[in-house]
C-alpha cells in the first residue's frame, strides 16, 4: 500500500482564499490512475481549511475555540474534499471518502478502523481522507493536520511508501539558491517558518516525514506540479525529490 499526502499548497492556491487549484488535481488523478497498487489519499486544507483558521484563531492545541470557526473550517474542509473527490471520478477513480472522525477519538486513531483503511483500498477503493477541525471533549476542539494523519496511518498500516506531494521540488539546503536535498538519513534540515500557517507549514512536514522514517518507511517529497515523478517514484525509477531513508 502506498500512502500519498496532496499538499494544501499543491491543490489549492494559499495566496488566494477558498481557491482550488483544479487542474493541478486532475493531472493528480490521471497519474495516481497509473498506479497498480493500493492507495491511501490524504489531503490538507490549502487556502479552504488554513484560511478560515487563521481567521478563527484555530491551532493544533486542543482549547475551546469559537464554534462558529469550527463549523466554517469543517464545511470548508467538505468543500475543498468534494472537488478531489469529483476530479477522481471524472478521471476514473474509485475515491472512498473518509472523514478523519470515521477513525480518530479525540487526537488518538482508532486502530480497528484505521486497519479498515487498508482493507478499504485493497478493494480497489482509493479512501481519500483530509486535515480537518476535530472535537476533542468537554467542549474543546484541534485542528488535525493531514500530516499528523499521514504519521498515525503509517504508524499502524506500515505502507511500502509514504509520499508527501508539495509545491516544491523536495527540501532545499538553501531557500535562496533551491538547492536540493536529495537524501536525508534521519538528521533535520534547518528551515525558516511559515508563519501563515496554523498545522506548521515545511516545519510540520519535515517533523513528521522524519518519524515516519525513524519507524522504517522511506518517504519521499516530490513536487506535485510534475505528477508524474510520483508514479516514478512508486515504480521505483529515476527518482526526482527528496527522500528520507527509513531504517
Ligand atoms: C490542515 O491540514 C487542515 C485545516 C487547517 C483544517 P494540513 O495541515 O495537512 O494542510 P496543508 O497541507 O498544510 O495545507
Same mark, same amino acid.
Given at each position: 500500500?502506498?500512502?500519498? $499526502?496532496?499538499?494544501?499548497?499543491? +491543490?489549492?492556491?494559499? *495566496? $488566494?482564499?477558498?481557491?482550488?487549484?483544479?487542474?493541478?488535481?486532475?493531472?493528480?488523478?490521471?497519474?495516481?490512475?497509473? +498506479?497498480?497498487?493500493?492507495?491511501?489519499?490524504?489531503?490538507?486544507?490549502?487556502?479552504?481549511?488554513?484560511?478560515?483558521?487563521?481567521?478563527?484563531?484555530?491551532? &493544533?492545541?486542543?482549547?475551546?475555540?469559537?464554534?462558529?470557526?469550527?463549523?466554517?473550517?469543517?464545511?470548508?474542509?467538505?468543500?475543498?474534499?468534494?472537488? +478531489?473527490?469529483?476530479?477522481? %471520478?471524472?478521471?476514473?477513480?474509485?475515491?472512498?471518502?473518509?472523514?478523519?472522525?470515521?477513525?480518530?477519538?479525540?487526537?488518538?486513531?482508532?486502530?480497528?478502523?484505521?486497519?479498515?483503511? *487498508?482493507?478499504?483500498?485493497?478493494?480497489?477503493?482509493?479512501?481519500?481522507?483530509?486535515?480537518?477541525?476535530?472535537?476533542?471533549?468537554?467542549?474543546?476542539?484541534?485542528? %488535525?493536520?493531514?500530516?499528523?494523519?499521514? &504519521?498515525?496511518?503509517?504508524?499502524?498500516? $506500515?505502507?511500502?511508501?509514504?509520499?508527501?506531494?508539495?509545491?516544491?521540488?523536495?527540501?532545499?539546503?538553501?531557500?535562496?539558491?533551491?538547492?536540493?536535498?536529495?537524501?536525508?538519513?534521519?538528521?533535520?534540515?534547518?528551515?525558516?517558518?511559515?508563519?501563515?500557517?496554523?498545522?506548521?507549514?515545511?516545519?510540520?512536514?519535515? *517533523?513528521?516525514?522524519? $518519524?515516519?522514517?525513524?519507524?522504517?518507511?522511506?518517504?519521499?517529497?516530490?513536487?506535485?506540479?510534475?505528477? *508524474?515523478?510520483?508514479?516514478?517514484?512508486?515504480?521505483?525509477?529515476?527518482?526526482?525529490? &527528496?527522500?528520507?531513508?527509513?531504517?
Amino acid at each position: 500500500m502506498i500512502l500519498i $499526502k496532496l499538499g494544501g499548497s499543491i +491543490i489549492t492556491n494559499k *495566496e $488566494k482564499p477558498l481557491s482550488a487549484r483544479k487542474k493541478t488535481i486532475d493531472n493528480l488523478a490521471k497519474s495516481l490512475k497509473k +498506479i497498480q497498487e493500493p492507495i491511501v489519499i490524504v489531503h490538507g486544507g490549502g487556502s479552504y481549511g488554513h484560511y478560515w483558521s487563521v481567521k478563527y484563531d484555530m491551532h &493544533t492545541k486542543e482549547k475551546k475555540y469559537d464554534l462558529r470557526g469550527v463549523a466554517i473550517v469543517k464545511n470548508s474542509m467538505i468543500e475543498l474534499n468534494k472537488i +478531489i473527490l469529483d476530479s477522481f %471520478l471524472k478521471n476514473k477513480l474509485k475515491p472512498y471518502c473518509l472523514p478523519p472522525t470515521d477513525f480518530m477519538a479525540g487526537n488518538k486513531p482508532i486502530t480497528k478502523k484505521v486497519r479498515e483503511i *487498508e482493507k478499504i483500498s485493497k478493494s480497489g477503493l482509493i479512501p481519500v481522507t483530509f486535515g480537518d477541525a476535530l472535537w476533542y471533549g468537554q467542549n474543546k476542539t484541534f485542528i %488535525l493536520s493531514g500530516d499528523k494523519i499521514m &504519521t498515525h496511518i503509517a504508524k499502524i498500516l $506500515k505502507p511500502k511508501l509514504c509520499i508527501f506531494a508539495l509545491n516544491e521540488d523536495g527540501v532545499y539546503s538553501d531557500l535562496k539558491s533551491k538547492e536540493l536535498i536529495h537524501e536525508l538519513k534521519g538528521e533535520r534540515p534547518l528551515i525558516s517558518e511559515n508563519k501563515m500557517d496554523v498545522t506548521g507549514g515545511m516545519t510540520r512536514k519535515i *517533523e513528521e516525514a522524519s $518519524k515516519i522514517s525513524k519507524m522504517g518507511m522511506n518517504v519521499f517529497f516530490v513536487n506535485g506540479n510534475k505528477p *508524474e515523478r510520483i508514479v516514478k517514484a512508486v515504480k521505483n525509477r529515476k527518482f526526482e525529490g &527528496t527522500v528520507f531513508r527509513g531504517k
